[in-house]
């Protein structure tokens, strides 16, 4: 069994300094945290991988095949593989739960 405290979590990704801390892998889900400061850049590409995202605070608008909506503390957002999509406007830190099934990067073919 695995067990984490957003808190712990938060923390951690802050030490880092990075964006985004991946908390959990196995092959058929991942798992991170993702945070963007207010005003900040969301730079993600598509990815190969369904993913979800759990908003824990903040607010920013969400753009995912070109559909716009506004977003804040407690929505769930599911995008599909291979769509194009990111966080902008954000008017609040935005910290999210991030989840990959299956597990971020582990579809992607290499050439």
């Known amino acids: 069994m695995h067990a984490f405290h957003i808190s712990d979590l938060l ?5 880092t300094g990075r ?9 058929a889900l991942s798992m991170g945290v993702y945070h963007l400061p207010t005003g900040g850049a969301d730079r993600q590409q598509p990815h190969a991988e369904d ?9 920013a608008a969400f753009v995912a095949a070109g559909e716009r909506r506004d ?3 407690g929505d769930v957002l599911f995008v599909e593989k291979h769509v194009d999509h990111r966080f ?5 830190d935005l910290t999210l739960l ?4 299956p597990a ?3 579809l992607r073919v290499s050439h």
């Open 104 to 106: 971020e990067g582990s």
């Open 11 to 15: 923390a951690e990704r802050s030490s």
């Open 19 to 27: 964006s985004y801390l991946e908390f959990l892998r196995v092959p």
């Open 51 to 59: 993913e979800v995202y759990y908003v824990v605070s903040g607010r």
């Open 71 to 73: 977003v804040r503390p």
């Open 88 to 92: 902008v406007d954000i008017t609040e």
């Open 98 to 101: 991030v989840f990959f099934a």
